[in-house]
């Protein structure tokens, strides 16, 4: 995801991910939650897209915007049945 720059009432500067259509030009400050406003800056693309960059962003995002789970991991069971023959689930199970 692109690296948008804010810039906020009381000065503060910070970054953010977006996707390109969901980019707001105004959100909360990340430091002091006043008004910043979206700066055009020059576009950094030289890191973009390596695993070191993306791994880097997803640090810096879950410190704000943990993923949201709906099971425990070791809740999750198999996702993909491991056979799609309907007699198979009629089997006694161990
Ligand atoms: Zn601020």
Redesign the pocket.
């Known amino acids: 995801m692109p690296l948008y720059s804010f810039r906020?009432?009381?000065?503060?500067s910070?970054d953010a991910s977006y996707t390109m259509d969901e980019v707001p030009r105004k959100r909360a400050?990340?430091?002091?939650?006043?008004s910043?406003v979206r700066i055009i800056t020059s576009v950094n693309l030289s890191r973009a897209g390596t695993a070191a960059f993306r791994a880097v962003e997803s640090s810096l995002r879950s410190a704000h915007e943990p993923d949201v789970v709906s099971k425990l991991p070791h809740q999750a069971g198999r996702s993909t049945p491991i056979t799609t023959n309907p007699l198979h689930a009629t089997l006694p199970r161990t």
Not at 8 to 12: A, F, H, I, Q
């Open positions: 906020c009432d009381e000065g503060c910070f400050c990340q430091q002091c939650d006043a910043a």
